[in-house]
């Protein structure tokens, strides 16, 4: 069965410092995608990444980085310098729908982020 | 640009009252339109999803229902609330089709219900 852990419930960081968010996940299909999405107090969720099995190149976006690991079933979240504004909740979800009906995304319960100057 | 809105924003309604909340996305055609809840434990749980007018599919029995009346409006009523209705609401789109941007979700600002 398909499955998103997100074992960290909640981090509280200062500002600045580099935060890892972890996700795992669990499917028996070889061809999935994986993504990040973002809910800041504002409560609308952004989506941040999305990620296909076949490509395991890391990604960089400005402060963001994701660390795509098949051989542990993982996409992990790297904020560099994290800021106020990174305060959200982060989600991690799994997709093995290519048909585009996004009806099967599983998702992890969420890691809530504090970033405290 | 693409635009999806929902409303109200904020809703406090008694036990056993009606419940509409109202989903409108601009800027795109056909596209596939979802309602989630996100209970205090913040995780999601995908209720309703319609890949076109009138075409409503379920995944979990509850007290709610949808209705899709027009290709970009998304509605989620219900004729009794219950106290375990209570939650957040989003409303999302996406596009429609076979890979591309599969999974890639636009969700709306959220409506707060409370039942008391």
């Known amino acids: 069965a398909q499955k998103v852990t997100q074992a960290q419930t909640e981090i509280s960081v200062v500002e600045k410092e580099d935060v890892t968010l972890d996700c795992v996940y669990e499917t028996r299909d070889t061809t999935y995608y994986l993504f990040w999405y973002k809910q800041p107090p504002s409560g609308e969720l952004v989506f941040l990444i999305r990620r296909n099995s076949f490509d395991e190149q890391n990604e960089i976006s400005g402060r963001y980085s994701w660390n795509f690991q098949k051989s542990t079933s993982s996409f992990n979240f790297t904020i560099t310098a994290s800021q106020v504004v990174d305060s959200a909740v982060y989600f991690c979800a799994l997709s093995e729908d290519n048909a585009g009906n996004n009806r099967k995304l599983i998702w992890g319960l969420g890691t809530s982020l504090a970033v405290n100057p | 640009s693409q635009t999806i809105h929902q409303w109200p924003a904020t809703l406090v309604q008694p036990v056993g009252s009606p419940l509409s909340l109202e989903c409108t996305v601009e800027?795109?055609?056909?596209?596939?339109l979802y309602w989630y809840r996100q209970a205090a434990g913040r995780g999601l749980q995908l209720l309703f999803y319609?890949?076109?007018?009138?075409?409503i599919s379920s995944e979990v029995p509850q007290n709610l229902s949808a209705s899709r009346p027009q290709d970009r409006q998304f509605i989620l009523s219900s004729k009794k609330l219950l106290l375990s209705d209570s939650g957040f609401y989003l409303c999302?789109?996406?596009?429609?089709?076979?890979?591309?941007?599969?999974?890639?979700?636009?969700f709306g600002e959220g409506s707060r219900l409370t039942v008391l």
């Open positions: 999302a789109w996406s596009v429609l089709g076979r890979g591309g941007k599969s999974g890639e979700l636009f």
């Open positions: 319609s890949v076109g007018i009138g075409q």
């Open positions: 800027g795109t055609s056909n596209p596939n």
